[in-house]
């Protein structure tokens, strides 16, 4: 299956003036499940990136057969994730609390790219009714087991959902894994009720810390196919009829033993038995300031 996709135009705003950004070091051979999970730490590694010059969209160009990703995506076991739950939940937390604000009386919630279900499960114990789509078998059954979530198993391009059916679809770290994001929002607000709200959270390639980590950014991954500017960002969002309505930047909260796991040359420090239990219980918050957080609303 070698059917790469070649852009001659940018997947946001349909600009035809791209230029190389990053030689890339990614071969096709090295995909497997293991290194698209979330918990992948080949930071550095990206596909072949081109830049558009009218919108700022960085994308992988050309792009790594669709199918492919699809089939590898759905067969992702990553229990490093779920053993986060608890620190993962605390990410999702202020952007529930602005959604509450919103929405007093609550309403449906999507949720594409639900992985195991962590958000999912919060925002039911907030009262509202839930539907999470993920193509990861493993995912969709702990989601059933651990929080009783029946998750729709499919990738969200292919999955058919009633329109006007949500009032809230979340999006969080989501779009910079698709090759084609402007489909993906315009079907969001195909799916959203009037005035609906859309919330991504995704990379912001020229934050502070992205341009200070440089090739070593750890937003530079395999899996990662497409990275927003905030240009970019707002025509994504303005093209497919929607509202900023407010801007922020993602914090982020792990244990230290996650964030000490990441680097294999540490090992000595997160691998022994004890060591490693008593780094799992120290919390971590990292406002690195390089995601956005958007909340914008489906214009009438």
Known sequence: MNDWHYFQSCPVCSGTKLKIFKKGSLHLHQLEPATIKITD???GQTWNLSQCSDCGHIFANPSPPIELINRLYARIEDPEYEAEAANRAQNFIPILNQLDQMFPNRGKILDVGA?????LALAQKRKWQVTGVEPSTWAVRLASEKYNLNLIENT???VKLPAGNFQVITMIDFIEHIPHPKEAVRKAANLLQPEGILVIVTPNIK????????????????????????SS???LLEQAGFQLLKKSTYIWTFSLYYLLSRFDSLRALWSP????????KVQVKLPLGDSFVIF????R
């Open 296 to 299: 914008a609303a489906k214009k």
């Open 115 to 119: 992985a195991t279900g962590i958000f």
């Open 273 to 280: 038995p004890k060591l490693a239990l008593f780094w799992k």
């Open 41 to 43: 730490s080949h930071y």
């Open 207 to 230: 934050s502070l810390v992205a341009r200070l980590a440089g090739k070593r950014w750890w937003h530079y991954r395999p899996a990662h196919l497409a990275f927003f500017t905030w």
């Open 156 to 158: 969200f391009e292919k």
């Open 233 to 235: 960002l707002t025509t």
